[in-house]
């Protein structure tokens, strides 16, 4: 990048900024991130901007009506992310660490819900964590939090 694309640098830092502040930490965006995505549009400095509101949005929320084109560039764990794994325990860890950090669920179930994540289905060990969830009365969308999830690791694990 040349010294004339510095400003549209810095207000794409200052969205990260504000992005970053209303999420929770296991879905903050980094800045490098954030400068390859304004690196990729470049010269077009609108189109720059709409990419990298595209990206920090979609970021947020993966059902939005304009994703981001950069999928690569999102975390493995988003549902969106064409980023590579090294292996499915990766898979399921970075895709735990996403939908676990849902700004909709109480902070205490998130380590329930992360671990339930990281299990295979049909175990044992996943009939534990849901077993822990069904005996505080959650409510059916913290059941399809865990089914996205799987959905989501499913169908990465087949694209690879």
């Known amino acids: 990048m040349s010294f004339e694309d510095q400003p549209i640098l810095a207000t794409a830092y200052d969205l990260l900024e504000t992005a970053n502040s209303s999420l929770p930490v296991n879905r903050h965006t980094t800045p490098g991130m954030v400068r390859e995505v304004v690196r990729r549009e470049l010269p077009s400095v609108p189109k720059a901007h709409r990419a990298v509101i595209n990206f920090l949005t979609t970021i947020e929320n993966p059902s939005t009506n304009t994703p981001t084109v950069h999928t690569d560039l999102l975390p493995t764990g988003h549902p ?8 499915e325990k990766e898979l399921r860890q970075e895709t735990a660490r996403y ?8 902070p205490e179930l998130e380590p329930i819900i992360a671990s339930a994540i990281e299990c295979e289905p049909n175990t044992p060990t996943r009939a534990f964590y849901e077993e822990l969830l069904y005996a505080r009365n959650m409510p059916v969308s913290i059941f399809a939090t865990i089914e996205q999830a799987d959905l989501s690791i499913a169908k990465k694990a087949q694209a690879s």
């Open 99 to 106: 939908f676990s950090a849902d700004p909709n669920l109480a």
């Open 80 to 87: 969106l992310s064409t980023a590579p794994a090294t292996s």
